[in-house]
């Protein structure tokens, strides 16, 4: 049982917009940023979002981030095919000695 | 270009204990920005942070782990390790090592902004 609570799946057709959402609590996604991560078939996790809304440098501007109370979102507008991966939100938990909590990653299809 | 490269044993067994290192090349480990991670990932679930540590020693812990998890950081070889002991079947997982970047001055931004390939262990006896 993740901390952070995903959908398991989700999915659309190509050029459609999804969006993936990421509940927790005040102790994490309340008081404290939310990261993405795009995880495809065989390969470690690749940062997307950081610091709830801002893109690395090399990921494209269809990919954008939200925050809102202890809820976060990902959105991915005019979807594609390499876009079929796992995605994981991940926060910092303020709980404990503070530790960092992923969710449990939702299976994005690209139909 | 930084690259992290995880090593240690495939197969360990249950109630031993299990010690992967992770190198460093392309850049320094003692940046003052940067703490360094690992990550483990059963198979079909999620990640699982384990623990970070900065370059000067000062390390945090996963609390659900803590009690059998040491990290420790070896600057002048550049690389990072993992001592996780008593492993139970429940450790098998592919391992991660990433890099952490965090400006705040204490760690706690989950930015993983570089990740070696994972290296696969499973407790089996």
């Known amino acids: 049982q993740s901390v952070l609570t995903q959908p398991p799946s989700a999915s659309g057709t190509p050029g459609q917009r999804v969006t993936i959402s990421c509940s927790g609590s005040s102790s994490n996604i309340g008081g404290n940023y939310v990261y993405w991560y795009q995880q495809l078939p065989g390969t470690a996790p690749k940062v997307l979002i950081y610091?709830?809304?801002q893109r690395p440098s090399g990921v494209p501007d269809r990919f954008s981030g939200s925050k809102s109370g202890t809820s976060a979102s990902l959105a991915i507008s005019g979807l594609q095919s390499e876009d079929e991966a796992d995605y994981y939100c991940a926060a910092w938990d303020d709980s404990l000695t503070g530790h960092v909590v992923f969710g449990g990653g939702t299976k994005l299809t690209v139909l | 270009q930084l690259r992290l490269q995880e090593s240690g044993p495939g197969v360990v067994k249950p109630s031993e204990t299990l010690f992967l290192t992770c190198t460093v090349s392309?850049?320094?480990?003692?940046?003052?920005?940067?703490?360094w991670a690992w990550i483990r990932q059963p198979p079909g679930k999620g990640p699982e942070w384990i623990a970070s540590i900065f370059y000067s020693g000062s390390t945090y812990y996963n609390p659900s782990l803590k009690s059998r998890v040491t990290i420790s950081v070896d600057t002048s070889e550049n690389r990072f390790s993992l001592k996780l002991n008593s492993v139970t079947a429940a450790d098998t997982a592919l391992y991660y090592c990433a890099r952490v970047y965090d400006s705040s001055g204490y760690f706690s931004r989950p930015y993983f902004d570089y990740w070696g390939q994972g290296a696969l262990v499973t407790v089996f006896s």
């Open positions: 392309g850049d320094s480990i003692s940046g003052s920005s940067y703490y």
């Open positions: 610091r709830n809304n």
